[in-house]
């Protein structure tokens, strides 16, 4: 038998190589339309330059030799970055991504933070120095970078996010803004150093967002002590923490004062670890009881007065936690994308599907909005420019678009997405905590609706 046909087109063998380029599936359906024997005699018949435009366009119909990396900065935001802040985001995701993912969701799933791997990967990664100042003070030149380092956590997993945001934001914030020389010099070389874990203790059992209008923790002056009793609730790092802020309502003015209380010291200091969360698992909460605790003027953190004071820090820690909810978004993207290029129904990538494919625009257009909203805020805060009520926004806007993006990836996922081993159902716990803490949406709604009408909604 001849390797060629006899009108000196199509060969036996470019005849077979056709063969296992054909979708059968499709032949199936065409075949109920086309007579099959006059479609192979057609394509018996081709030439040479036929057939290779033929084969030319089987080949574009195949997926790229090289999928596209997921990529969560599709605008090049991080170009607002020095060569040497880029280089320090890249050690925060070699260290999250090396160190911390494999190992996370045995402790989510534990309820308890990995305390001695994170505390040993941030000392080994530098990011402390890139921050802070050998005395511990924040570098304001650096606000943004902290920014992108907090996304890069989060990317990864929010509770480590958290855990390093109440101690190096909320705690050392706290310090820095309303704490005397003397407090600060004590105290924030050796947190910088993670040698003192500290804790911020505001939230109450019974005043969550209410605490503005009178915390019903108190203390009282006696002599050169004070005296705290009350008790604090969803308290990150309180299980284990050095060194507790606690915010108090003094019986003699009214006014909220701080203070700092040596935890691991004080008899009048006691803690239960809560159980039983849904979200942020790895980060240990847990409800701080005082019982005639009493504490030293020379630890009352000395610039602190009011509750605005307590609102200062706040506000600083709050853009913090609108990076947060990018982080957590930015990573559930990732894997969505990551997870449809690789997944196949119906024998085909699912990435293919016009409906994933609209899932992945929306989560992408998500991502980068907040992104470009935090970047704006960073600048601002670096600047000096930044207001309670640009805060509040971020925070509001933000933690809004996670909720919707995370969802969206869980959705992709299928079942699988109910998984940890996939990580998005981590992501989606996760962000529930996002929209409630350091202000629920609706308290930063009223502040930004305060802030753009002149009117105050509190009751």
Not at 304 to 310: I, K, P, R, V, Y
Request: with cysteine.
């Amino acid at each position: 038998m001849s390797s060629t046909s006899p009108g000196g087109g199509l060969s036996m063998a470019d005849l077979s190589k056709l063969m296992q380029q054909i979708d059968f599936q499709q032949v199936v359906k065409l075949s109920q339309k086309v007579d099959l024997g006059e479609l192979m005699s057609m394509v018996a018949s081709m030439d040479a330059s036929t057939l290779a435009k033929m084969k030319a366009y089987a080949a574009a119909k195949k997926a790229p030799a090289k999928l596209p990396e997921p990529d969560g900065d599709v605008y090049d935001f991080a170009a607002f970055l020095t060569d040497e802040q880029r280089a320090a985001c890249a050690a925060a995701r070699r260290f999250m991504e090396e160190q911390v993912e494999p190992a996370i969701n045995a402790y989510w799933q534990r309820d308890e933070t990995p305390r001695d791997l994170l505390i040993e990967g941030i000392k080994a990664s530098g990011l402390m120095d890139a921050l802070f100042d050998e005395r511990g003070r924040r570098r304001r030149d650096q606000l943004l970078l902290d920014g992108f380092l907090t996304m890069e956590i989060s990317r990864i997993d929010v509770s480590t996010s958290t855990f390093i945001g109440v101690h190096t934001g909320l705690a050392m914030w706290s310090i820095e803004l309303c704490g005397s020389e003397a407090q600060k010099d004590e105290w924030l070389p050796a947190m910088k150093n993670w040698d003192q874990i500290g804790c911020f203790g505001l939230t109450e059992p019974k005043t969550g967002s209410g605490v503005a209008g009178g915390l019903r923790t108190t203390c009282k002056r006696e002599g050169d002590t004070w005296v705290l009793n009350g008790e604090k609730k969803w308290i990150g790092n309180s299980t284990f923490a050095d060194v507790a802020v606690i915010w108090a309502r003094d019986l003699d003015d009214n006014q909220v004062k701080g203070f700092l209380v040596r935890c691991k010291e004080n008899p009048g200091y006691a803690v239960e670890k809560i159980e039983g969360k849904t979200a942020l698992r790895a980060v240990e909460n847990g409800i701080i009881t005082l019982t005639d605790c009493r504490v030293p003027e020379s630890d009352r953190l000395q610039e602190a007065h009011s509750f605005e004071d307590t609102a200062e820090v706040l506000a600083v820690t709050r853009v913090g936690v609108a990076w947060g909810a990018v982080g957590c978004a930015q990573g559930a993207y990732e894997k969505a994308v990551r997870y449809a290029q690789t997944r196949k129904q119906f024998g085909q990538p699912i990435a293919k599907f016009q409906l994933i494919q609209r899932l992945i625009a929306e989560m992408q257009a998500n991502v980068v909005q907040m992104q470009g909203m935090v970047v704006r805020l960073g600048q601002l805060q670096q600047e000096g420019r930044m207001t309670d009520a640009q805060a509040s926004l971020a925070k509001m806007a933000c933690a809004k678009r996670c909720r919707e993006t995370v969802a969206m990836a869980r959705e992709l996922f299928g079942g699988n997405g109910i998984l940890l081993e996939h990580h998005v159902a981590r992501y989606f716990a996760d962000a529930e905590a996002i929209y409630s803490y350091e202000g629920t949406n609706e308290v930063n709604q009223l502040i930004v609706g305060r802030d753009a009408t002149g009117f105050s909604a509190f009751v």
